[in-house]
């Protein structure tokens, strides 16, 4: 439409004004200046014709002038309709829109950007959109960022934000550059949206690819990967690793009488009592039907693995207890070891496997590894640990006393103390069998207290019969010799038993004394202080040092049986021990020779001054009562 209805109206009266005007003054000129009748009728036609023409002329103008605002104004307006159709949807959108200046200083945001990073508009205006920054991203990433934007004028990608909140989360953003019509950068316009959502489903759905959904436990697939990480560290690291599957006896038979639904809760169950029984460093899967899987870093012994087996077996027994049900039931398991058995985790798995297969047929509720000596010797020492506990309680420990001669009169002058087990169906274990297995399982500090206990009432026993013994001889486990209780212990036997401490001699190895030497030599001095003697035993063996050995303070070195077994012929043997006799006297030290067998042997040390011997050519270990006090075999010819 040209005009407006008011327009319009106010024109049609204008126009009649105007015409009534123009009649009544022309009219009024003509009559003033014509007389002549005609003329005066000719011009008063000739004034209407003129208004007419004069009239359309200047509606012709207008109509021309407003048809060219009209068009003038057309694109003004479209641009003004484009404008709100833009800000409406710019406030509708679910993504959040922030605009900031040339300079980076915001100047426009949505509400969708109020809605995710709440913040109001007022909080914001003027600011740094690095206000937002959660601070999980380098400079190095906001620098290419920016770098991005300047040579392609656009960037998109996933960017980590913080919400007013504290709280940071993941956004997908979309940055653009606008320019003005001279091509100066005017604005940047961010648009983004929150991805919290995806990346939680995300997650789930890799949670779910990689876990049990009864249990929660690791999958075989993560199960798998994480074996396979785990033994690649422990090759660079040079350390063992073991598998244990784990399968559960006759779990058919409970599925098929107590329905699936009490099977899958004792799998839950079974699944929390083997969490709970493992810290850092092993990872526990299932991996399928009543099959679970344990990998255990940094477990390079058979016998670790073979502990561990046991442990998770006993957990096994212990009634399983739900729905007013009482359960129990048992499990089987098979043991694999890296690098001893395979090297890849799907070996190992499958080593493993045959192993749980073996440990089947040879009547469940057991365990086996994957060599079949292994798993014989391993069981033996599982079962050694736990029986050795009760065999101190049932006192199935024996002490057994070995003579020590006096190698120039041939006398029996003392003994030394040395345990035995006597076990119910094993007989009569040695201390090699156990004293290792004490040492790790820490019962060697009971079992050298009972030991050093008894000795010495039996030497008070022996001194008060009149006997011409000169010392006991007591053997200290290395594992003690570390430990400052050791002086506090000693300390006890002596005063509970009343024995003269000049009449006990404690014997250390050399390697527990050269392991810590500072240690040593404050342990030793203390020890002394009591007023007790010192031995190294099975000298020789380690690799002392001359000058530490000379500053400690020990009054015997005990020559080790290693070299009196090669003695008079091996020339080696025969000049070792030479300079260990030799190197003894030169610092002051009484030389004690063991394992003497032969007759030749104690003749050899004779002649090289060595002071006194023991073996079993002068008498075994044997119990008290069976000592023969009187025997001096003759060494001389
Ligand atoms: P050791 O202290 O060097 O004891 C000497 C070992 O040599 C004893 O072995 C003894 O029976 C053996 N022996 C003695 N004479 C001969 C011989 O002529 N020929 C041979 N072949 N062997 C001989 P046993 O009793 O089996 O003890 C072994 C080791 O166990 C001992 O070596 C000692 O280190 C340790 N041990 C023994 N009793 C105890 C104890 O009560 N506490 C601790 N911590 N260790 C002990
Ligand atoms: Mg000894
Ligand atoms: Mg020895």
């Known amino acids: 439409m040209l005009f407006s209805y008011r327009g319009a109206l106010r024109a049609g009266l204008v126009y009649l004004l105007a015409s009534s005007f123009w009649i009544g003054l022309t009219h009024r000129i003509l009559i003033?200046?014509?007389?002549?009748?005609?003329?005066?009728?000719?011009?008063?036609?000739?004034?209407?014709?003129?208004?007419?023409?004069?009239?359309?002329?200047?509606?012709?103008?207008?109509?021309?002038?407003?048809?060219?605002?009209?068009?003038?104004?057309?694109?003004?307006?479209?641009?003004?309709?484009?404008?709100?159709q833009a800000?409406?949807?710019?406030?509708?959108?679910?993504?959040?829109?922030?605009?900031?200046?040339?300079?980076?200083?915001?100047?426009?945001?949505?509400?969708?950007?109020?809605?995710?990073?709440?913040?109001?508009?007022?909080?914001?205006?003027?600011?740094?959109?690095?206000?937002?920054?959660?601070?999980?991203?380098?400079?190095?990433?906001?620098?290419?960022?920016?770098?991005?934007?300047?040579?392609?004028?656009?960037?998109?990608?996933?960017?980590?934000?913080?919400?007013?909140?504290?709280?940071?989360?993941?956004?997908?953003q979309t940055i653009r550059v606008i320019h003005d019509d001279l091509g100066h950068l005017s604005h940047y316009v961010a648009v983004f949206s929150d991805i919290s959502a995806i990346k939680d489903s995300e997650h789930e759905l890799a949670h779910l690819a990689h876990h049990d959904p009864l249990t929660d436990l690791p999958n075989r697939l993560l199960f798998t990967d994480r074996a396979e990480q785990a033994l690649a560290s422990a090759q660079l690291h040079k350390r063992g690793c073991a598998l244990l599957l784990l399968d559960l006896d006759h779990f058919k038979i409970i599925n098929d009488s107590l329905g699936h639904n009490i099977g899958d809760q004792l799998l839950k169950l079974v699944g929390e009592r083997l969490s709970a029984l493992f810290g850092p460093g092993v990872t526990l899967a299932r991996l399928g039907g009543d099959e679970f899987a344990v990998l255990a870093e940094n477990c390079s012994q058979v016998v670790q693995a073979a502990a561990l087996a046991q442990r998770m077996l006993d957990e096994m027994k212990q009634p399983f207890i739900f729905?007013?049900?009482?359960?129990?039931?048992?499990?089987?398991?098979?043991?694999?070891?890296?690098?001893?058995?395979?090297?890849?985790?799907?070996q190992l798995l499958r080593n493993a496997d045959s192993a749980l297969f073996k440990a089947k047929s040879v009547g469940r509720e057991g365990y086996a590894l994957y060599t079949e000596e292994l798993t014989a010797h391993a069981q033996n020492r599982v079962e050694i640990a736990s029986e050795l506990r009760r065999a101190l309680e049932r006192q199935e420990l024996r002490v057994y006393y070995q003579p020590v001669h006096d190698l120039h009169t041939s006398r029996l002058i003392g003994v030394e103390a040395l345990v035995r087990w006597q076990h119910p169906e094993r007989g009569l274990v040695p201390p090699g069998d156990f004293i290792p297995i004490a040492e790790r399982t820490g019962l060697i500090a009971d079992i050298d207290g009972w030991v050093m206990d008894q000795a010495c009432r039996q030497m008070c026993q022996?001194?008060?019969?009149?006997?011409?013994?000169?010392?006991?001889?007591?053997?200290?486990?290395?594992?003690l010799f570390a430990r400052r209780e050791l002086y506090d212990q000693v300390a006890q036997v002596l005063h509970d038993t009343g024995l003269d401490p000049?009449?006990?001699?404690?014997?250390?190895?050399?390697?527990?004394?050269?392991?810590?030497?500072?240690?040593?030599?404050?342990?030793?001095?203390?020890?002394?202080?009591?007023?007790?003697?010192?031995?190294?035993?099975?000298?020789?063996?380690g690799y002392s040092s001359l000058l530490r050995l000379k500053r400690l303070p020990v009054q015997k070195l005990k020559i080790d049986q290693g070299f009196v077994a090669g003695l008079p012929w091996d020339e080696d043997d025969a000049a070792i021990v030479r300079v260990v006799i030799a190197l003894a006297k030169s610092m002051g030290m009484q030389v004690h020779a063991e394992g003497i067998e032969q007759v030749e042997q104690a003749r050899f040390l004779l002649e090289q001054n060595?002071?006194?011997?023991?073996?079993?050519?002068?008498?075994?270990?044997?119990?008290?009562?069976?000592?023969?006090?009187?025997r001096a075999p003759a060494i001389q010819a």
């Open 610 to 630: 060595c002071d006194m011997g023991q073996g079993y050519w002068f008498g075994r270990p044997m119990p008290a009562l069976e000592i023969d006090w009187d």
């Open 462 to 479: 022996w001194l008060a019969d009149g006997l011409p013994l000169s010392f006991i001889a007591i053997n200290v486990s290395s594992r």
């Open 323 to 346: 729905d007013g049900h009482q359960l129990f039931i048992s499990a089987s398991i098979g043991i694999s070891l890296f690098p001893n058995d395979a090297l890849s985790a799907e």
């Open 32 to 84: 003033e200046f014509l007389d002549n009748p005609t003329d005066l009728h000719r011009w008063l036609q000739m004034r209407v014709y003129l208004w007419v023409a004069l009239s359309a002329l200047l509606i012709s103008l207008i109509c021309a002038r407003s048809a060219q605002a009209h068009q003038q104004q057309q694109p003004l307006k479209e641009n003004r309709e484009r404008l709100r």
């Open 87 to 172: 800000a409406a949807v710019f406030d509708c959108t679910r993504e959040g829109v922030l605009v900031t200046d040339a300079k980076g200083l915001i100047v426009h945001v949505n509400r969708a950007f109020m809605e995710i990073t709440g913040y109001q508009r007022e909080d914001v205006m003027g600011q740094q959109p690095s206000l937002f920054k959660s601070g999980r991203h380098s400079s190095n990433f906001y620098q290419q960022m920016f770098q991005t934007l300047e040579h392609t004028g656009e960037w998109s990608g996933e960017i980590w934000n913080r919400r007013k909140s504290g709280e940071i989360y993941p956004q997908w």
């Open 502 to 541: 000049a009449f006990l001699e404690l014997e250390v190895t050399e390697s527990a004394v050269m392991d810590d030497p500072e240690v040593a030599l404050e342990q030793l001095h203390r020890l002394r202080e009591l007023g007790l003697r010192l031995a190294i035993d099975d000298f020789g063996t």
